[in-house]
């Protein structure tokens, strides 16, 4: 589960749950407005910062997964895993990634 709190506070504002394996990374869209989740269950999970509602689930398969991060402009996340797989999906929808070479992934972010 992935956790948001507050600077300020110090108090948890929300809790969101929906990974079955411990996260391995988690970033915000450049406005804010999602929260990114990796986990080595398979799965990367977008979420509503605001509401903490999971908006979509993107399933890597059977590789774990190393990290997920939003691109500049926010309309796309590229993940890595163990296996050596590098995928870009399009964030507005679960359909799919396309593999990207290793190399070209320094290149792209």
């Known amino acids: 589960q992935a956790r948001l709190w507050s600077v300020a506070s110090g108090d948890c504002l929300r809790m ?3 990974h079955d394996w411990p996260l391995v990374s988690a970033s915000f869209s450049p406005d804010g407005m999602q929260l990114l989740t990796a986990s080595n269950d398979g799965t990367v999970q977008i979420w509503g910062s605001e509401f903490g ?10 590789s774990w997964l ?11 996340v590229l993940t890595t895993s163990l296996g050596g797989d590098a995928k870009l999906w399009t964030a507005e929808s679960s359909d799919g990634a396309r593999v990207l070479p290793f190399l070209a992934v320094a290149a792209f972010f």
């Open 66 to 76: 190393t990290s997920a991060n939003f691109s500049p402009d926010g309309t796309q």
């Open 53 to 62: 509602g999971c908006l979509r689930t993107l399933r890597n398969g059977l």
């Open 16 to 18: 969101m749950k929906g």
